[in-house]
């Protein structure tokens, strides 16, 4: 008996992989029904979802970035504080004094990609109209996911507190001043008023709510801080999972449909599974 | 780290660039090289190889030049007319130009000779172009290199989503059905989903670790509220948006824009009435659609991103690719409502006037007399011409959608080509709101 055998058939190897070695067909399948890391896929999938040319990889890449994200965005935690006293010289810490000090680059340029990622994931989306019957809901999360990717991005921008960031937010935050009815430069604000006082001011209006002062300083900080690290990657990974769950429940990834109008498309059968 | 030689003298940077733009040529032909294999052993096209094979050895002679410290210079005079010429209707126009010529010639483009030589020249000029200070410092700021990268992986996408739709597209008039209907065959996930995956995340993570190792995180000085940086530039994926600002309102360009664009986006796949085109790549059998969302998403949404990376200087003056980024640069600043146009140009009498003790009704009366010339051109574009083009025009699409369905998208298309109306308007007239009333902070 080889090693390998052996070890496969140890107690503590079939303790934790609750299958036989995925070797022949029928513990191929078994792997991806009994694995909960693998569960998220189907037990098999169309050619088509494995061609490049078609799916470009995007939202595999994009998942992967966000896992980057996650990983690397906890290494950083671990050194910075947020505090206007110390973000920009935890920063600094973690350029020259950190061993393996690109863990910020890293996490950086892997934010700038993911958005690239999404946006070119859902480009593809459309160009191969995989947004229509069954999936038009999975655009819709999808969008949703966009959004927060923007989000993302844009609170963990003002982390370092530099004078790219704190200006980049100001720039960001001014046009929540403009916010119609809940601005206090928007259309309509006068028209919110209690007895002749105005409700809406630059003390009390969106913008206030976004950064908790009147201008970028601790209190921003602090709200784009618990934003960026903690609830907007709940949301995130709540919507990816439901968005993953959807394509697998719509029939897996796109593949052609037939229209019966007498333009036939060659395909065979529909998307229902 | 990329060793960026500095920019005390032309000279000086010139020959500083000797070594990585050497190796950029070499690398551009060793591309070429690749593309000569896959011609001849894929395509089986002894053209295209012997083309590919030539434009290598030019771009290996271009790295041996670059090397010795005589790269590729653009002349001077051709490089002031880039900076003359494109101005931004220029550029926006091109650019809209360009999307047009791709849809019509699209069958043409996205041949392998025609594309592949784009992507050449467009490396050459890059190149050319990296020995120009200006244009070198633009493109080599750390947080803008990856916005060089999306305008090449945009190019390549479109690309290779456009040439698949062509090639289907010929399948589909002959009767065949698209590539994509010859996958439908089932495999195993394990092992070959699990094993491109764990390929896709190692290749993913080579290519962070080279970027992150070459590229520093950009850090400046510390936050200082006192000292205001010119320009103060939005986060790149935002800078679309602070590009709107310039032609809308902040309440419509921050707020209301951006929440239709999020909107818009969701209500497509009800918008879309089209049964076909599902799951595979076509521009014929979606020609409406597949339009509207290029024109958005490239002409629109990417074009404002490269304005304000690569465009946008000091003061948030238009600068040309290798113009100076002069911080005393004058740019005409007149901005004239239309109500102004309308009374005092062309009526040749005073623009009504709000008398500050006037109220209520009468002081609303008089603000839309005022703006009348305004409102009748909103309700015109927005209501009347719906209306027209569902019985014209738009009859069929009308029909297929139902009122409701015509309607939302009908109006948010107008919406969105609202912007590049008004983009051109405030270049070439100088007119900033169609609609204005400031007595409610209300502007359109």
Known sequence: ?????????????????????????????????????????????????????????????????????????????FYYRPTIECAYNDILALRDVVSFGVVREVHRWAAHAMVITVMLHMFRVFLTGSYKAPREFNWVIGVLLLVLTFLLSFTGYLLPMDQLSMWAITVGSNMARATPLVGHEGPGHQLLTLGGVDMITSRSDARLMLLGARTVGQEALNRFYVLHCVALPLVATFLVGLHLWRVRKDGGISGPVAVGDGRQTGAVGGEAS | MIDWPHYASEEGFVAGL?????????????????????????????????????????????????????????????????????????????????????????????????SWTALNVSLLLMGASMTDPDFARTVSRPDNVPIVGMVYLLAFFTWLGTAQAVRNDERLRRGQGPVEAGFTDKVLVWPDVVYIELIGAIVATVVLVVWSLLIPAPLEEPANPAVTPNPSKAPWYFLGLQEMLLYFDPAVAGVVLPALIILGLMAIPYLDPNPRGSGYYTVDQRRFGWAVFLFGFLGLWILLILIGTFMRGPNWSFFGPYEPRDPHKIAAATNIKLCEYFWAVWLGRGVP???????????????????????????????????????????????????ARYWLMI???????????????NWTAHLSYIVSIPEYSFNL
């Open chain 2, 353 to 403: 006037r709000v008398p500050p003790e006037s109220g209520g009704l009468q002081k609303l009366g008089i603000i839309l007399w005022r703006e009348i010339a305004g409102l009748t051109l909103t309700c015109a574009y927005f209501v009347v011409l719906p209306a027209v083009l569902a019985r014209t025009a738009l009859r069929r699409m009308r029909q297929a959608m139902g009122r």
């Open chain 2, 18 to 114: 000797a070594g990585p733009l050497g190796w950029y040529y070499l690398g551009v032909a060793a591309l070429n090289l690749g593309a000569m294999w896959y011609a001849l052993r894929r395509r089986r096209s002894r053209l295209e190889a012997v083309v590919w094979a030539l434009m290598g050895m030019a771009f290996a002679g271009l790295g041996g030049l670059a090397m010795s410290g005589h790269p590729l210079v653009l002349p001077e005079w051709l490089k002031d007319a880039c900076d003359r010429a494109l101005g931004p209707v220029t550029f926006t126009l091109g650019a809209m130009a360009g999307l047009v010529i791709f849809y019509l010639g699209r069958r043409v483009l996205v041949q392998p000779l025609v």
């Open chain 2, 411 to 425: 109006l948010l298309l107008l919406m969105m080509l609202m912007l590049p109306l008004k983009m051109i308007l």
């Open chain 1, 1 to 77: 008996m080889s090693l390998g055998k052996k070890l496969r058939n140890s107690q503590l190897w079939r303790s934790i992989f609750r299958h036989p070695a995925p070797l022949d067909r029928r513990n191929r399948v078994a792997v991806m029904l009994t694995n909960f890391v693998l569960h998220l896929h189907s037990v098999s999938a169309k050619k088509n979802s494995l061609r490049f040319s078609y799916t470009w990889g995007m939202g595999l890449i994009t998942l992967y970035l966000f896992l980057v994200e996650v990983i690397t965005g906890v290494l950083l935690m």
